[in-house]
């Protein structure tokens, strides 16, 4: 397995909560578990993050909810109807649900759907498909 060069880890009030909403729910893959430590290392597509269920190393303040004020993680996804219907599936209601982005770089447009969801802890997830 290669590791990005980026991987953010998230500081999760339940491991266990945050492992079924990520895998059962949003359907990222269990890549290894640390069960003592209440760590896991989770992937979607290419995308790597890691959580843990806060034991204070790494905490810089007190973390209130939501976690993820000022940062939100884009994710892409190759089927944003999919992640759609297993939120409403379960009853989550997304930040925001699917809508369509244009941004410019270079003299390009590039364009695509994107869907907002907080985890269990209150972090952005940003999932974007381009079109």
Request: glycine share 4%.
């Amino acid at each position: 397995m290669k590791f990005n060069a980026l991987i953010p880890e998230l500081s999760v009030t339940d491991i266990q909560n945050s492992l079924h909403f990520y895998t059962n729910i949003l359907n990222f893959k269990i890549e290894y578990e640390r069960k003592e430590d209440k760590f896991a290392f989770l992937s979607y597509g290419n995308a790597q993050l890691m959580i843990e269920e806060i034991n204070e190393n790494w905490n810089t303040g007190k973390l209130e909810y939501p976690f993820g004020r000022g940062v939100n993680f884009q994710i892409e996804t190759t089927d944003i109807e999919e992640i759609q219907q297993s939120l409403k599936q379960h009853q989550i209601q997304p930040f925001k649900d699917i809508f369509e982005s244009s941004y410019c770089s270079n003299h390009t447009i590039y364009k695509q759907k994107e869907l907002l969801v907080l985890d269990p802890d209150g972090y952005l997830l940003r999932f974007s498909k381009d079109l």
